[in-house]
């Protein structure tokens, strides 16, 4: 096992191989089940395949985003100045990695879900519940690229930047951190609600 566990590409390998073969075994043991295998049409399986996805790099973003709001930033003023640079230098520049990234293809996966479930102008024009939550994430998302990333690169000495620079970069980065948390419920709101709640808005 520890020859999987050990590789986290291989064990991301074996997640998807996993969920292959219980899409397999449960196209056998329960019919017609459209979450169990592609048993009904090409085009409605491809659009859960996206919104798999769409969940998947969903998780990635808000994950490591509640991790900097609730673990990291909370902790960073606990932690003894020499080992400051263990996260700033190491720790943070990798997380933020996958941070932006999940953040990118979480709104390419979902502006898409959007486009193959033909709502994507209604839900941009907010005719269609889910729009709220795309709008709120969507507003994430630029914050992520366009300012959350960029102060952090100042902030975490990533790019030159007067040093007098740098506290102003971290404050900012700290703020729009929060805002994307609160924004995050509701969105999550919409979001969830509009496929599960019963319910549209
Ligand atoms: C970045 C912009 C985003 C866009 C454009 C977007 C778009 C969408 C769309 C169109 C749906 C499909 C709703 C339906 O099936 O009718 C959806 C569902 C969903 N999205 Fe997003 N989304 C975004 C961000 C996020 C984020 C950040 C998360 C965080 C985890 C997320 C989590 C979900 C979840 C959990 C569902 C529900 C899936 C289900 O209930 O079956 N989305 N999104």
């Avoid at 990798?94 to 996966?109: D, Q, Y």
Wanted: aromatic share 14%; proline share 5%; glycine share 8%.
């Amino acid at each position: 096992m520890s020859k999987i566990t050990d590789s986290l590409p291989i064990t991301i390998v074996c997640g998807f191989i996993l969920t292959i073969i219980m899409v397999l075994v449960g196209q056998h043991t329960i019919t017609g089940s459209l979450s169990m295998g592609p048993v009904v049409d090409a085009g409605l399986y491809a659009t859960f395949l996206t919104r798999w996805l769409h969940v998947i790099f969903g998780i990635m973003w808000i994950g490591l985003l509640w991790y900097f709001n609730f673990v990291q930033i909370p902790t960073m003023p606990k932690i003894p100045d020499e080992l400051k640079p263990g996260v700033s230098k190491h720790i943070a520049p990798e997380a933020l990695f996958w941070f932006r990234w999940g953040a990118m293809f979480t709104l390419i996966t979902g502006l898409l879900l959007a486009l193959l479930s033909g709502y994507l102008i209604d839900a941009l024009a907010l005719r269609h519940g889910i729009g709220y939550g795309m709008w709120f994430a969507m507003i994430m998302w630029f914050n992520v690229w366009f300012v959350i990333w960029p102060s952090q690169k100042i902030a975490l000495g990533l790019v030159e930047a007067d040093p007098a620079s740098k506290p102003k970069a971290a404050a900012r980065a700290k703020m729009f951190s929060r805002i994307n948390t609160m924004l995050s419920i509701p969105m999550l709101y919409a979001m969830v609600g509009q496929m599960h709640g019963g319910f549209d808005f």
